[in-house]
């Protein structure tokens, strides 16, 4: 008993500190943008996206602002590859942090955080903050390539952080995320 009444202790506490990073980061400039770098969004792994879209905005009163069914990413050399997906972005309302939901029918989690699989963090100018991250001891795990979907395009990089957790940096090009 003792043990998951510290379990669930960490656990409030981790969502603690994580919404007041979350509100933290939200901070906007005279003009109305937001601040970079910044929170942008957790992914989070799905077998079904109708049940989990379903239960995220009955749950939460999340609104589904966009769903993404492909993504094209281009390597530093150019060469581009299309990708069926099926990728659904969630927000609360008025805020800009998304929830982003990406499903994968043969997910099975094996432990309760198991489907959470990076942090994505907006910046201003990418190859400055991955420079940062890589002088902070990060690990390059997938190099600049411009991703593109339907009206949104940016330029994503991968690193691992001290632990094995993955970090997205994207610098949006043009749309809104």
């Known amino acids: 008993m ?22 933290g980061c939200q901070t906007k400039v005279d003009d109305g943008r937001l601040l970079s770098p910044r929170f942008n969004h957790v992914y989070l792994n799905v077998a079904n996206m109708d049940r989990s879209v379903a239960f995220y905005t009955a749950a939460f009163d999340l609104e589904l602002v966009k769903q993404i069914k492909k993504l094209k990413r281009t390597s530093e050399e150019g060469t581009p590859e299309e990708y069926e997906i099926f990728l659904s ?5 008025g805020q800009d942090f998304v929830l982003e939901i990406g499903e994968n029918p043969a997910f099975q989690a094996e432990n309760g955080s198991a489907n959470y699989t990076h942090i994505g963090v907006d910046v201003s100018d990418i190859e400055a903050a991955s420079e940062r991250i890589l002088k902070a001891g990060g690990i390059l795990a997938r190099p600049l390539a411009i991703v593109e979907t339907e009206d949104i395009a940016a330029k994503t990089m991968f690193f691992t ?16 995320f």
């Not at 972005?89 to 309302?93: A, D, I, N, Q, V």
């Not at 952080?161 to 809104?176: C, F, R």
């Open 2 to 23: 003792k043990r998951i009444s510290n379990y669930l202790r960490m656990r409030v506490s981790l969502f603690l500190i994580f919404t007041s990073l979350l509100i």
């Open 89 to 93: 972005l969630l927000k609360f309302p």
């Open 161 to 176: 952080g001290p632990d094995g957790e993955s970090l997205e940096l994207m610098q949006l090009i043009s749309g809104e």
